[in-house]
Each structure stands twice: as structure tokens, then as C-alpha cells.
């Protein structure tokens, strides 16, 4: 007995104690912004703010192997483009994303064939990546007319692959296509072409637009598992193929 009340009010001490500071550790929970900007950053430090400043892709899917801007609710290639560059959707497309994202233009599952371009250049002035199907599987025909892409200079990751891209035309000569060098394609901003074949395109026959019958590259370009051939510049032109290239 006497051991028992010596000890007990050691022991109710303890408890009183230890309750107290439990509903202080409580309450300090209860009043801290847990969804805040500032309650994030202390919990999860520098990976919180990763998180927060991560962006989503988008995928822009294009659904027709025609080239027009009709409102139809069909996507054709120009208005993906369009929804990539602009980042607003075209015709029902999904928007293309701001920020440091690459947008992701692919084509439906069993679209294949030939998109006869009948209206300007494609024209890519936001970062992307055009996934095509196969160069076996679909081809882009500029109807030696026009080239087929013009890469801005303000392009710091654009990436083209799985197409074929044939009679591009560039020059002066009556065409379609504004007076820039490169049949098929100019590229002043960062481009890759992966599985990519380029064939059968041409520029002006001379003068200072006459160079790089397939590509005009003043930005940086690389290739790879990619096919030039039968391209050809005008006269006094300095590349058939592509000038210059920086792989």
C-alpha cells in the first residue's frame, strides 16, 4: 500500500504532462495552411516545388489526310500544327501546352497516305514533335509547289520523324511558296529528323534561294536514320541534299 500511493502521483504527473503536449502539438497542426503554396514547400522542399512547376504533355491527333482549315471536325495536319502553335484548340483539337513543354502531334491509328498540300508551308514556331506512322505509311506531296516545313528560329526542340516529305519546291519561280532556299525543308531553329525520307524536291534554278534541294539548314539540325536522295539545287546552288548540316 504504501508503494502504490507514492507512486501514483509521480504517475498522474506523467500523464497530465504528456496530454498537454499532445493537444499543443494539435492545435499548431490545426492552425497550419497544409494547402498552401507555403505549407507545400516546407513539407516537401524542393521536390514540392518541381511538382508545382511540372507541365503536361499534349497530344494532338490528327484524324484527316486532308489540308484545309475547314471546320469539320476532322483534324488535318495544318490545323494540328496550328493547335501546337498557338496552343488553342483548332477545330476541336486538343490545345497545344505553354511553357517549356514539346507537344506531341501523332496521327490515328490506321490513318496512312498521302497529304497533297494545297494551301502555304507548314510553318512551326513552338516546340513539337510530329510523330508520323512510318515513312512507309504516309507521305506529305508539296505537287512541286511549295516546301513542306519552315522551322523558326525561336524553335528550340522541334522533332519530325516517320514521314516521307517528296516534290517540295523553293524559289521565286512563279510558285506558291515564299522566296526562302530549301526544297523541302528550312530549318532556322533546332530540328531532328528521325525516319524521315526526303525525295525528288528542287529549289529555284539560281540565284541566292538555289541552295539545299532537300534542306536549308542556318539552325541546328540533326539527322538520323533518315533518307536524301534525288533532290537536286539549282544552278550555282551549293547542295543538293542539305546546306549545311551541324550534326
Known amino acids: 500500500m504504501l508503494i502504490h500511493s507514492t507512486r501514483r502521483p509521480w504517475l498522474s504527473s506523467l500523464i497530465q504532462a504528456f496530454t498537454r503536449q499532445s493537444s499543443r502539438r494539435y492545435a499548431r497542426r490545426q492552425l497550419r495552411p497544409t494547402g498552401s503554396r507555403t505549407a507545400i514547400g516546407r513539407r516537401f522542399g524542393r521536390r514540392g516545388e518541381l511538382l508545382e512547376d511540372r507541365s503536361l504533355l499534349s497530344t494532338i491527333t490528327v484524324t484527316s489526310l486532308d489540308d484545309n482549315t475547314t471546320v469539320d471536325s476532322e483534324v488535318t495536319l495544318r490545323e494540328a500544327i496550328q493547335a501546337a502553335n498557338t496552343n488553342q484548340s483548332v477545330d476541336g483539337s486538343t490545345p497545344g501546352e ?121 539552325g541546328q539540325l540533326t539527322l538520323r536514320n533518315s533518307t536524301l536522295m534525288k533532290n537536286a539545287s539549282g544552278f550555282g546552288g551549293r547542295s543538293g541534299q542539305a546546306f549545311p548540316v551541324r550534326l
Open 98 to 218: 505553354t511553357g517549356p513543354t514539346v507537344d506531341i502531334i501523332e496521327f490515328a491509328n490506321g490513318l496512312t497516305g498521302t497529304i497533297l498540300l494545297t494551301g502555304t508551308r507548314f510553318d512551326i514556331t513552338e516546340a513539337v514533335t510530329i510523330a508520323g506512322p512510318g515513312a512507309n505509311l504516309l507521305t506529305i506531296d508539296a505537287q512541286n509547289s511549295l516546301k513542306h516545313f519552315f522551322v523558326s528560329n525561336v524553335v528550340s526542340d522541334a522533332t519530325i520523324s516517320g514521314l516521307t516529305l517528296i516534290n517540295g519546291f523553293a524559289g521565286t519561280d512563279g510558285m506558291r511558296d515564299s522566296a526562302s532556299p530549301g526544297g523541302a525543308i528550312q530549318n532556322a531553329g533546332t530540328l531532328t529528323l528521325d525516319s524521315v525520307v526526303i525525295s525528288n524536291s528542287r529549289t529555284e534554278t539560281s540565284g541566292s534561294f538555289a541552295r539545299g534541294g532537300a534542306i536549308d539548314n542556318i
